[in-house]
């Protein structure tokens, strides 16, 4: 008994070790650890179907919401555009895509951050005085064949329009604001354009450069400007007597239509059924007694056809009382004021009347409300162009904001 039971040991034993030796020498190795599957780039789509077509990032089909994929401001994805409905108040960055998202302006605050407007009241930054990385264009206008092409010996009335960077005529789906900007006595369509305004020997001042910076800082929505020859379309070498009458007429029947019919504005048409339906986005700019100009032949005879109204040094009672008078009409209530501002420069003459007047209008008209529709803002400085630039700048960060 005692052999059998040595022998079946050494049986075992050997068994044993013809085991390990299959094995290499080694213990068994453990099972290897399962990989985790990688996690997916974007929400994966749960459903069948094929998407044919969003609408505001969800599917007409099977109602699936598209989780976005931005890329300048537009979704990979589903095409969709993001409004950008908060941003940053410092950087302006949007929160959702993370795109540059100027301030949008309503009630006199932003709609994104909450933010008031920057107004500006002393001299602008250095970078507005110098061309910007991104530059419009102008072109030079004569509506004098438009208006009667055989009258050879009829005064030019020329215009300078100043086109945004990136203004492209054969897109008919971009539309874009206009300002109709009138100078002052003794100016031309040049001074609110391309000439270079060096008062006392500081910086020059030059309109076209701040409309440059503006849009390429992304501060306003692109807007196309059309600085006109007033005296070409008053008729007469001055301000005065019959000329706001006749311009007038000219912005009703000849400016208008023809900015309307040769670039690409939110007027369908050139008629002034079409205009008045588009006035959210027509205004007007006019310094000194272009100012005068803008809220007698705009504000006060084609308030139909202009929403928005910029008025620098310059108001007097008269035009005040024809302003007040026209906000009074029956119709006047259908028709919103977008914006009203005025301002002028801390020591020049005109502050006082202009300060003054802009508040015999704002508390005449309840469709006139300060820090809402409406601003006054006086900026360090004079009776000068250097003072104009400033509050061109201001009026065009309000301008065109109040509508829906």
Known sequence: MKARGKRAAAALLALALLCLCACGGNAPEAAPAETPAPEPESTPDPTPCAHPRYVDGVCTVCGYACPHDWAGGVCKLCGNVCPHPEHDERTHLCACCGE?????YRDGRCLRCGAVPPFCTGTLPEAYFAPSPEQGSIETIDFRSAEDPADKKARKKAALVYLPCGYDAADGERRYNVVIALHGAGGDEHGMMDKVHIPNGGDGTCFRLIYDRMLYEKLCEPFILVSVNVYSLVEENSFTG???KNLAGRLRTLILPYVAGHYN???????EEAIRAARAHFGLIGLSNGALYALSAGFADNFEL????????GNYPETAEAVIARLGAPDAAELPVYCFITGAGT???QRENTEKRFDLIADACGGIVRGENAFHVDVEGTHNWKTWGTESYNALLVMFQNWN
């Open 100 to 104: 540059y998202a100027a301030h949008r």
């Open 242 to 244: 019959y000329g706001e």
């Open 347 to 349: 020591t020049d003459f």
């Open 306 to 313: 202009f929403g928005n109204y910029a008025c620098f040094s």
């Open 265 to 271: 504005t939110y007027a369908a048409d050139p008629s």
